[in-house]
């Protein structure tokens, strides 16, 4: 089955630096891609997706980029801002098959001022 | 919309009581999902519904655990008996399944704690 993984449980920037949390997936039918926020004491909230018949998608302040080749996938977070302090979560998907998403173990961004 | 709405937030009980945690989806959605999240496990997909049928139920832990929809605006995930190893916070999310999307939004949770 799908397992996802983060490469760092926890990364520390400064504020205004840019962040780059990784993950990597392990099932080559894997179609589907989406980050989550959590916040403390809250649920995960959306950021952004992709589909795998692109390698980048940009949002506002975050890009996703998808390297199917090595089943990695990265958020990148432009200008990093004390608000952006949470646990972040990839997730995958196999869109022909079930709707499941298989989500990682989470990053855990602090932003320091 | 007031988004999903979980209840209880907070759950404390001892081993051995029935615990029944709550959802209620955004509406028009017609898929709803029950995740599990531990530090040890993260989030785990308990199971999910399609207009109200359970479709895939395979990330249930054991007999003891139920859930059930009777209608599109309100579900139920229950736990009889329930154990210490059942802590975690129990996530209820939803979302309108047209071809391809597979956004779901989550509710705020609800914190279990079995003593």
């Known amino acids: 089955g799908e397992s996802v993984g983060l490469h760092l449980p926890t990364l520390s920037v400064q504020e205004g630096d840019n962040s780059i949390i990784n993950c990597a997936y392990s099932?080559?039918?894997?179609?589907?891609f989406i980050w989550y926020k959590q916040e403390s004491g809250k649920g995960p909230q959306f950021i952004i997706d992709?589909?795998?018949?692109?390698d980048k998608r940009q949002g506002q302040r975050v890009t996703v980029l998808l390297n199917k080749t090595v089943k990695h996938l990265s958020l990148q977070i432009a200008a990093t801002q004390p608000g952006d302090s949470a646990v972040y979560f990839c997730?995958?998907?196999?869109?022909?098959?079930?709707?499941?998403?298989?989500f990682g173990k989470g990053t855990k961004l602090t932003v320091n001022p | 919309d007031a988004g999903v709405i979980q209840s209880p937030r907070h759950e404390v009980t001892e081993m051995g009581q029935e615990v029944t945690l709550r959802c209620k989806p955004i509406?028009?959605?017609?898929?709803l999902f029950w995740y599990r999240q531990t530090m040890m496990r993260g989030l785990e997909l308990l199971i999910y519904?399609?207009?109200?049928?359970?479709?895939?139920d395979s990330g249930m832990p054991e007999d003891r655990f139920s859930a059930k929809m009777p209608n599109a605006s309100f579900s139920t995930l229950k736990i009889q008996p329930s154990e210490p190893r059942d802590s975690a916070v129990y996530f209820c999310a939803s979302n309108n399944r047209v071809s391809g999307a597979n956004v779901l939004t989550f509710g705020a949770g609800s914190r279990l704690t079995v003593l």
């Open positions: 519904f399609n207009n109200n049928v359970p479709i895939d």
């Open positions: 997730a995958a998907a196999t869109q022909g098959g079930s709707e499941k998403l298989v």
């Open positions: 099932n080559s039918a894997s179609d589907y």
């Open positions: 509406s028009g959605h017609n898929s």
């Open positions: 992709i589909r795998s018949n692109m």
